[in-house]
């Protein structure tokens, strides 16, 4: 049987934004129990099926890499970086400084080659990278009990680069049940990620200019399959 191609898709935000039980709820399609704290970065694993029902259906491994987002492990972190297929920006609803710090995160991990450059927020930087990115908002549960927390919900960033945008709560399964609109988005964005990877005239550019609206007709929703590997 032939070898599975993979991809790398970085989980990345603030510390305790949920990125660890997004990274579970994907993978297993269910709650995970104890989240832990994550020290570096944890791998999950899940099998997606690239263009599923179609005639060019072909199994793919998704390789989570969730970061560690404890502010002390930042200068470590790039390590995890590259290379980078895909990216999932997440925030917490009910923390809108979790929300603005994605622009820093984006900016750690495009400029991860320059080490003086450090996180400085350029938005041409992020119109201008072809990195397929899904922007995750947590604790939807949580927002809706406390409006107050979470006024604007639609993230900026997500309007800056074009992507995807979801808002869930972790600790409910139904909320990325194959089927329901979040679960085609997720699938759609690790479509795109595929794509660029081994479909694309840019896949051996990592960060080619690529106009808004060309980003915005990448891929078409399909379901996925699950796969965990330790
Ligand atoms: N109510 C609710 N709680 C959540 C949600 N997502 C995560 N949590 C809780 O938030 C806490 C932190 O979740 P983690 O998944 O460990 O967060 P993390 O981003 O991986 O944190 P680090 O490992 O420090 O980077 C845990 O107690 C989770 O149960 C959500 O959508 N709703």
Redesign the pocket.
Known sequence: MAAIDKVRVL?V????????????LICYNE??AN?????GC?VQTKLHEYKAGTPSEKPFFVELW?????SAHRNSRSIFYNPTHGIIL?H??TNRKSQQNLHKWLAEILNRDESSAGNEYDPEQFVGTSIPMLVIG?????AQAAPELSRRRSSTIAEECAADEIN?????AK?LAPGTSNAVKMSRFFDKVIERKYYSRESSQPSTPVSMERRRQAGAGHFTKFLHMS
């Open positions: 989980i935000g603030d510390s305790g934004v949920g990125k660890t039980s997004l990274a579970h709650p995970i989240p832990y704290w994550t020290i944890s969730d970061i560690g987002g404890w997440v917490d609803l947590t604790k939807m549960n949580l869930l709560d972790c600790t409910q909320h």
